[in-house]
């Protein structure tokens, strides 16, 4: 399985962006998709994440309300629709995609492929 985040860039804060991960390769293996988030000198972060299989989808408390995680089907593409962005949003954005079920879908190492992230940078 191969992953390709796009569509990072400079907004203001209040601005909204969309994200995309492209996905492609044996796709029947995926079990979910997630974003994530890694700011300078920090960990990387649980965004949200969507059931690669049906539209069923869990966001972190810190981005919750403000963001959308959908999948266009046809496309093979999952994307992050972020809203009302803050400075403290800035950070490389990836997406990451899951084997098969664990009861932990929050942490990196769940995931099992990782894409190579897309900058986002939100002005104050």
């Known amino acids: 399985v191969q992953l390709q985040a796009s569509g990072g860039g400079l907004v203001q804060a209040g601005g909204s962006l969309r994200l995309s991960c492209g996905v492609s390769?044996?796709?029947?293996?995926?079990?979910?998709i997630a974003w994530f988030r890694q700011a300078p000198g920090k960990e990387r972060d649980f965004v949200g994440r969507?059931?690669?299989?049906?539209?069923?989808?869990y966001y972190a408390d810190s981005m919750k309300g403000r963001l959308i995680i959908s999948r266009e089907t046809a496309k093979n593409t999952v994307s992050l629709q972020m809203n009302s962005l803050k400075p403290e949003d800035t950070a490389i954005y990836y997406c990451?995609?899951?084997?098969?079920?664990?009861?932990?879908?929050?942490?990196?190492?769940?995931?099992?492929?990782w894409g190579q992230g897309t900058l986002v940078t939100v002005s104050s």
């Open positions: 990451a995609a899951m084997r098969r079920f664990r009861p932990i879908n929050n942490h990196a190492s769940s995931y099992d492929w």
């Open positions: 969507i059931i690669w299989s049906g539209s069923s989808t």
């Open positions: 390769g044996r796709t029947s293996s995926i079990y979910s």
